[in-house]
């Protein structure tokens, strides 16, 4: 892993910001979201880690990280930010990145039970799309 | 006969509050930034002391162009003058745009005391701005 | 017809270098009203200022413009020339062709027709100008200063050392403030109490200090020099001229009450002195809490008192005085931990704050100084510091940096590693701040002298595992996971304005930013006057600091104090707005605009045909008008104008540009 002027500059962290709606730049690093992550321990990149690679460009690292699909989207992190980053949010984009180079949803919405669809939060659905997708 | 260059040189009338404006365009001439010597300053304590009648005044007059430069909404030496200026001043170009003004003749800057080269760049612009749309002759011709 | 004289400089060759001096001449001779035109190499110098002055005699000149450098330069210099030759120092005009046009403009042609059209422009608005007189105002030579802590202790002492009478208001009991909490200060380890008692007492010993605690400032009137302010003295129900502070009554009062003073850890009685240094040492009832004021039986203080200074009917005073000066020093509040349930602060009790902490290694504290878990009384082994708890968190708490907390949380490591041998100190941090002289040394001696163990991480949740507490975090750096099982875990809470920091910038008609602290007049340059002139700030109640920036600002608070109370006299800025009684409608949109408060209702009476009626109309204050000339603009009658910037000199001004 290395980091160069060319990965700095790149268009990843834009790209992030606009897809996410969330400023990477904001974060401190405190690492106050990956002490409380739930599932951090079988996280290849830790959520802090996430966003330091998205400031840095190191777009390859991110794109084929195991962090992304082991997300729960749980918003563990987010409620404790004190940047108010939606890391969950952050991490949705990049899994976007990666599955418009690959194709669509499996899964489709109707195809799940009626108390699933009622119940169960909105990011985590749409996270469940896309890790189906995979 | 000497040839005689047609550029057209716009007349710009510049209302400066004393606290940053006008610091800002003392700077840039202790600094020695050349800009466009179509700018006339007026000395205002704040740039909320700018009736926008004095304005219209500049604009029956004969004046291409009026700028008010105040300091940076936030960082008024009064405070809160400059919140007023800019209020009062969205409205007014509303209206001078109304009356079939070009709006950009009609300008707001922000210029802190230590940002001479935007001073100097300010003017610059402002000028090559109204040099484009030609001479004012829009209130002119009522008086 | 006025006769103006125009006084050309060359600034040696920065202005004759680009601008046609003669033509220049040649061109203002031939403008209305100039009967005289002259130039010098250096106006500035004593040769050219003599010039001035003998024009002025010889040609009966009654209005002075002056073609040169900036009137931010030399405005001053000016006026006193033309004044010393017998005019008003306000009819002079400077023309700036230097800085905004010799300066700026390479072409000679272009620079000298700029020249000459800005001259022409300074002599259409001298032309108007009008002789302006500062007003001379009295100087009322008392200060007060608001709040007790170190900040108001410090400017009360330096302003009454200067000769000047000071009163003191402090809302608590005792004076002290937030430095009589604490044990030791960083990074010198000095004990607080031992520095700070000594300066306690010197305030009530002063001479030229009347000392009001248990008392608060209800309302502020006037302005620089003569401000009327009304203090509440709360009723105390102890006289405090008969008390002895002998003791009696606290140890036998029954109404107990969490102690403000120890963070909660202890109970104070409903008849209380905050703490055993206190200045007054003598007590006070809290009403709300005594058992004779909320149940009507009682009176076991008065009983005992050997001195029969408990009075159960005295009411709260509202007294008047007359200041010259105000300081503010009220301080600051800690952050409020409502939002951090994932702290465990109020759901286990070995989760301390820092303040709390503080009163832990205190010696008069409620463990005598020794470090003791609340929970069971034994002294921990392990114990994490959690840094910057609602500091520096836009989403729930400050989004500020409280600036202490780096330093005091260091002073904690080492403290600890003091009184408990064998003890862990875990410190997680997000950045570790230490600007300040010998502060980092501090600093690092916690890590490498005393075993603290800095982890760069935010804690994201603290367990109560039984009688331990489980920390959940991670090493940002290494990207390890941590838990950590301490015995204590300590939040290094942030710095709040005050509660009430408003309602009191309120009535003094100064300011505050979006977290209440009181703005300063000037981020750099003035930073210690408030936007109201002859009120200042010192210590938090500005902003966080710790304090050695506390008292330098508290002293530069009292040298301003002091400047003013060393003048004859104040002259007030005669550039100010000046109501037009037959145009004023009353309507009183200038007022709405006026961030000094300067204008004012006033009900005149006018003759209309053959009745008198009454109306109301605005007046200004031309003492605390400032001179910004908003108001003339909201005033839709034109009735309010601002003196030396008039409508008139401005609409002559725009006339001669666009000639």
């Not at chain 3, 390479?106 to 500062?134: C, P």
């Not at chain 3, 206190?278 to 005992?304: W, Y």
């Not at chain 3, 200074?309 to 952050?335: P, S």
């Not at chain 3, 609340?374 to 840094?387: E, L, M, N, R």
């Amino acid at each position: 892993m290395k980091i160069t002027t060319d990965k700095v500059n790149s268009n990843l962290v834009r790209e992030v910001e606009e897809v996410s709606g969330q400023k990477v730049s904001a974060c401190f690093q405190c690492g106050k979201c990956s002490g409380g992550c739930p599932v951090v321990l079988t996280m290849d990149v830790l959520p802090h880690q996430v966003l330091r690679y998205a400031q840095l460009g190191l777009v390859d690292e991110l794109l084929h990280c195991k962090t992304l699909w082991i997300c729960a989207s749980c918003q563990t992190c987010d409620s404790r930010c004190p940047r108010n980053v939606d890391i969950p949010k952050v991490i949705e984009a990049l899994r976007l990145l990666v599955l418009r180079n690959k194709g669509g949803n499996y899964l489709h919405p109707n195809d799940l039970s009626e108390k699933v669809r009622r119940n169960a939060p909105q990011q985590g659905l749409v996270s469940a799309f896309r890790k189906f997708a995979k | 006969m000497p040839v005689v260059n047609e550029r057209f040189e716009p007349l710009i009338v510049a209302f400066c509050c004393n606290w940053c404006s006008y610091a800002g365009a003392d700077l840039a001439g202790i600094s020695r930034m050349s800009y466009a010597s179509n700018v006339r300053i007026i000395r205002v304590p704040c740039s909320s002391r700018v009736n926008p009648g004095f304005i219209i005044r500049a604009f029956q007059r004969g004046a291409d162009g009026v700028l008010v430069a105040g300091c940076h909404p936030g960082d008024c030496h009064y405070h809160s003058g400059n919140f007023f200026t800019r209020r009062r001043l969205t409205v007014l170009k509303q209206m001078i745009e109304y009356l079939g003004i070009e709006p950009q003749r009609f300008q707001v800057r922000w210029i802190s005391g230590s940002e001479g080269a935007k001073f100097a760049m300010v003017m610059n612009s402002v000028a090559e701005e109204i040099r484009l749309l030609g001479p004012n002759r829009k209130l002119r011709d009522v008086r | 017809m006025k006769r103006i004289g125009v006084f050309i400089c060359w600034c040696g060759s920065n202005i004759a270098g680009t601008v046609d001096i003669d033509k220049v001449a040649a061109a203002a001779g031939t403008m209305n009203g100039v009967v005289y035109v002259d130039q010098n190499k250096y106006t500035c110098s004593e040769i050219g200022q003599a010039m001035i002055k003998d024009a002025i005699k010889e040609y009966k000149l009654d209005r002075v413009v002056i073609a040169a450098c900036s009137p931010r330069m030399h405005e001053n210099t000016f006026r006193k020339t033309v004044e010393s030759a017998g005019l008003n120092p306000y009819y002079l005009e400077i023309a700036n062709i230097r800085e905004q046009c010799s300066w700026v403009h390479k072409d000679k042609e272009a620079g000298t027709a700029k020249a000459i059209s800005l001259i022409r422009t300074a002599v259409a608005k001298a032309a108007m100008n009008e002789a302006l007189f500062a007003v001379e105002m009295p100087i009322t030579r008392r200060a007060l200063v608001i709040g007790g802590g170190i900040a108001g202790i410090q400017a009360a002492l330096d302003i009454a050392d200067t000769g000047f009478e000071v009163d003191l208001v402090e809302r608590e009991p005792s004076l002290g403030g937030r430095m009589a909490q604490l044990d030791k200060t960083f990074p010198t380890l000095d004990c607080s109490a031992c520095i700070l008692t000594p300066k306690m007492v010197d305030v009530a010993q002063h001479e030229k200090i009347r000392l009001f605690t248990y008392a608060e400032v209800e309302k502020v009137e006037g302005y620089l020099g003569n401000f009327t302010v009304t203090i509440r003295h709360r009723a105390r129900s102890v006289d405090l001229q008969k008390c002895t502070g002998c003791g009696e009554c606290l140890a036998k009062c029954p109404a107990k009450v969490a102690s403000e003073f120890e963070e909660g850890l202890v109970q104070r009685r409903a008849i209380y002195t905050p703490f055993p240094q206190a200045v007054p040492n003598k007590p006070a009832i809290d009403r709300a809490h005594c058992r004779f004021f909320t149940t009507g039986k009682c009176k076991v203080c008065q009983k005992v008192c050997p001195a029969d200074a408990i009075d159960y009917e005295m009411e709260d005073r509202l007294l008047t005085n007359g200041y010259g000066a105000i300081v503010v020093a009220t301080g600051f509040d800690t952050h409020k931990l409502n939002d951090y349930g994932e702290y465990a602060y109020g759901k286990h009790p070995d989760v301390l704050t820092s303040l709390e902490f503080e009163r832990l290694l205190n010696a008069s504290g409620p463990t005598g100084g020794k470090i003791l878990r609340p929970s069971d009384g034994k002294a921990p082994k392990t114990v994490a510091f959690i840094q910057c708890v609602g500091s520096r968190d836009k989403a729930k708490g400050n989004s500020y940096c409280a600036k202490i907390c780096c330093m005091y949380t260091a002073k904690h490591a080492i403290l600890l590693s003091e009184k408990v041998p064998g003890s862990k100190a875990f410190v997680f941090y997000i950045d570790v701040r230490t600007a300040g002289k010998d502060y980092e040394e501090f600093y690092t001696r916690a890590y490498e002298e005393c075993g603290a163990s800095y982890i760069k991480g935010n804690v994201s949740k603290v367990f109560p595992e039984g009688e331990k507490l489980l920390v959940r975090g991670v090493d940002v750096l290494s990207g390890a996971l941590v838990e950590l099982l301490v015995d204590m875990v300590v939040l290094a809470v942030s710095v709040d304005a005050r509660a009430d920091a408003k309602e009191l910038a309120k009535k003094l008609a100064v300011t505050v930013n979006e977290h209440k602290f009181f703005t300063e007049a000037h981020p750099k340059l003035r930073p210690v006057d408030t936007q109201t002139a002859g009120i200042f700030l010192a210590g938090v109640c500005q902003g966080p600091k710790d304090i050695p920036e506390t008292v330098a600002q508290a002293s530069a608070a009292a040298v301003k104090v002091a400047a003013i109370f060393s003048k004859q006299s104040l002259l007030s800025n005669p550039t100010v707005a000046e109501v037009e009684q037959k145009l004023c409608s009353g309507d009183m949109s200038c007022m709405a605009v006026c961030p000094y408060g300067a204008i004012s209702e006033q009900v005149v009476e006018e003759r209309r045909g053959r009745e008198m009626v009454t109306r109301k109309i605005a007046r200004v204050n031309v003492a605390l008008c400032q001179g910004c000339g908003a108001c003339t603009v909201a005033c839709r009658p034109g009735a309010i104008n601002l003196k030396g910037f008039t409508n008139q000199q401005i609409l002559a001004e725009v006339d001669a540009i666009c000639l």
